[in-house]
């Protein structure tokens, strides 16, 4: 849910050292920080209606933890803006950030967010936006015209907590969905541009705008038409899935090329 990250800065050996530690740790967290192969896997259309769909809809019965923070039942503090059809928080990950805890439900913290704006620390920023839809477990559930006017939502109102929470244009932003997910319920991450961060990359970061072009392109885009590449640890359960579905040929790349 986010509430097992926690972020601290250590000096060892005159060495300052930034460290994250979860606890406690998912199986999916412990493989996901774990060394491992790589494979970049090909999924077609049809290839998800029959295993990533199956898989995807399995992971919701993990996702209990997703609807508190939508209702706004827990992780209060660290929600920026709210609606019918999506919240958006401060992401766990921006360790930067204030803590959170000391200000929630004070009737002054409205005022405590007025420091927020222009600091230096916005340079690290990074918002979420949850959907509430529990029907919405990725971009492969975005369907026309409802699909394009959410992720133009998400992106305008993302854009303008950024801009008047924390003073960043939209202009330094970077707003995209993962595919594949870390969780099987839709969100957009927002970043700056600036920054570097893992899973902003070319096989797995897809940017609002572009969704939203694509969409309107064809409303089944990502439902019934595009291939989408994304990389694979090569053990985790995902991958396990496409191996026995025949998906992946694991003895493909085992044997030496044949002399021609």
């Known amino acids: 849910s986010g509430a097992e990250y926690s972020y601290y800065n250590c000096l060892i050996n005159n060495s300052n050292y ?3 530690v979860i606890w406690p740790a998912s199986i999916q967290q412990l493989t996901r920080k774990s060394p491992s192969n790589l494979y970049l896997f090909d999924e077609t259309a049809e290839c998800y209606d029959v295993v ?11 996702l209990g933890w997703v609807d508190k923070v939508c209702s706004l039942q827990t ?38 967010r007025m420091s927020w704006y222009q600091a230096s620390w916005t340079s690290d920023l990074y918002l979420l936006a949850i959907s509430c839809d529990q029907n919405l477990k990725s971009l492969r559930d975005l369907k026309g015209a409802e699909g394009i006017a959410l992720c133009m939502e998400m992106q305008h109102q993302l854009e303008k907590v950024a801009w008047n929470i924390y003073g960043v244009p939209k202009t330094k932003l970077r707003t995209f969905f993962h595919y594949t997910p870390q969780f099987y319920r839709l969100h957009a991450h927002c970043t700056r541009i600036e920054n570097i961060n893992p899973g902003c990359e070319a096989d797995r970061a897809h940017l609002l705008k572009t969704v939203v072009s694509n969409l309107k392109i064809k409303g089944d885009y990502y439902s019934a038409l595009v291939d989408l590449q994304y990389k694979l640890r090569v053990g985790e359960a995902l991958y396990q899935r496409l191996v026995e579905a025949k998906y992946i040929n694991e003895n493909e790349f085992s044997q030496p090329p044949a002399t021609p």
Do not use: C, M
């Open 75 to 112: 992780e209060k503090e660290r929600n920026l803006f709210n609606n019918s059809s999506f919240v958006i928080n401060i992401d766990t990950k921006w360790a930067t950030h204030p803590s959170l805890l000391d200000q929630a439900d004070k009737q002054g913290s409205s005022l405590d």
């Open 52 to 62: 990533g769909r199956l898989y995807a809809e399995e992971q919701q019965s993990h």
């Open 18 to 20: 930034n460290v994250e």
